[in-house]
């Protein structure tokens, strides 16, 4: 059998196992005598089904790269216990140094098993030197991840050259994508097919509004109160996104963040105190998570302790990179959730996906990627052979700019050959920005992989504030555009719906979620005489502070109504005499007792001399 990959035109041995229902790989053979196989992708189709627990637990040295710190820290919590002496596991991440690793191996009597980040495999490498190609079995876990993540982390593929002088060596995922690196050419492909239907449903909400569909969620969620026995799990790959949805939803009591150290620290500047950089028992109601927590780590089920509600979020609108593929990411995000150990516990799971769409997003085929990148190498190569030798600064710097706005840096390793997981992840990117380029493109990609069931109740919701219009109207645009923009909006529903209360309704009801401040000023004043100013919000203020003033006066009017004759005339000394006598009676002490306050209750006639006898 032989596996073709479309993308990657990469031709492979394929070979497969069928994993029982309620079974770990470490329990089904030849995985539990021969532990995992050497010099393969390994596609375990399902996250948790025990590979990791298995080559940790497997009698052989072993060296496991996983993609970030939480899930290495999980793992040595659990394996290791709170024993600072004689661990079970070493965990290499920051901090951790040389040293480190050489006094572990010394004093570790059994098997050495070492999970590290792949930014920490080089002190490895400077602990164990060249005996570990030899003694050691490398796993590289997750490894999407060195596809995926590439772009924005250098360090990711740090132990790649390394991993393949290891005499024995796996890459595995639930979700692999299959590198293009011609050192992979001679691996086998091993499937790991569960012999049950393991899909899960999920409800697929695009929308043009992310924050109002993800409001109208949980508030469907509280009233039909769900979530009193249940708890959310929001996953977005923005904390600057994340912070603004809490503080819009006016959920900050009753959330908590996951995220990496450094937005932690930002987060609880500005105000959010439930945050933390690694997985622990403290979930609340709603719980934020990062996309350092979408795959590899292990929520255990005492952690969680209920069926839990699975929201992703997609705002492709606001930041780009904060789409998210079905074909990976989805499946490794519902896959964190583990299994209770007592076998009488069912563990059901709601499933949602919001996301907005743009038809502006590129989508490169893989043909004009290579287009792309041979044009760039062109320029490249054209460049460098050519450069003349010069001393003149100026020279160098403009040729060294010619090569950065060209780009082909980028996919050159620092020894001049070709990156190519940097290609690879070029091509996925592209690939997955095309599924939020439509409204209808995520749902149908749902419906292309087998780990999910899109339900009916998914669709698209669209409405009249938009989260592109919300884009153009930033924290950062003036007051009076913003003031403006309202009143455009609410002009325009009240116009373009009033034969349809409903539409009215839910439309404006996602104008004062997005803008409750403006919208409460116009509500206030009520709509018929919003209506009469236009709903020109600074108009409505003018005409509040007016009434505010004349209301404030109600008492001195109501003495001037009292003390002063209609018809009868007075001269300016007894009129400042009567007012003074009604500022000390009503305690208004900054009034002025003058006949510019009079006017403000009565009609005066002109000026004319009175005759007192």
Known sequence: L???????????????????????????????????????IIHKKIPGCGATTLEIEFPRNSIIVEPNKPVIIGKCIKYNGKRRKHKVILGVYEGVEAADIKRYVENRKGHKKILTTPEGFTKIKEALGELMYRDYFILFDECEKAIQDIDFRKDVINPIDDFFDFDHKAFISATPIIPTDPRFSDFKLVTIEPDYDFSEEICVLTTNNVAYQLKLLLDTLEESKQLENRKCFIFLKATGRMERLINRLGIEKETSVFCSEKSAKELRLNGIEKVYSAINDKFTKINFLTNRFFS??????????????????????????????????????????????????????????????????????????????????????????????????????????????????????????????????FIYKERVKGYYQASSSLIEQYRLTEHFKVTESSQFYRYELTDEQMAEISEKTKSVTVDEFVSERVRYLLNEYKDNDFAQVVNLASLRFSYPDRMAVIDSFGLKNAEQLDYNIARIKQKQEEAKGLKRLLPILAFIKREFVIGVGYTSHEIEAILTRGIAETGLSDLKPNVQLLREAAQLSERKNIRKD
Not at 377 to 388: E, I, Q, S
């Open 2 to 40: 032989f596996y073709y990959n479309q993308i990657n035109f990469i031709i492979m041995i394929k070979e497969s196992h069928k994993l029982p229902i309620g079974k770990f790989l470490g329990q089904i053979e030849p995985f539990k005598t021969k532990g995992l196989p050497n010099k393969c």
């Open 296 to 425: 590899a780590v292990d929520i255990d089920y005492t952690m969680y302790r209920c069926n839990p509600i699975i929201i992703m979020l997609s705002d492709v609108i606001s930041v780009e990179h904060t789409v998210i593929d079905p074909s990976t990411e989805s499946i490794q995000i519902c896959g964190r959730f583990r299994k209770p150990e007592e076998e009488d516990i069912v563990v059901l799971k709601d499933i949602y996906h919001i996301s907005n769409y743009s038809s502006k997003l590129t989508n490169f085929t893989k043909e004009e990627i290579d287009a792309i990148l041979n044009d760039k190498k062109g320029l490249h190569d054209f460049v460098t052979k050519f450069t003349p030798k010069s001393d003149r600064v100026y020279m160098n710097a403009f040729i060294k700019e010619i090569l950065e706005l060209n780009g082909f840096n980028a996919f050159l390793r620092d020894s001049g050959m070709l990156n190519h997981f940097m290609v690879d992840n």
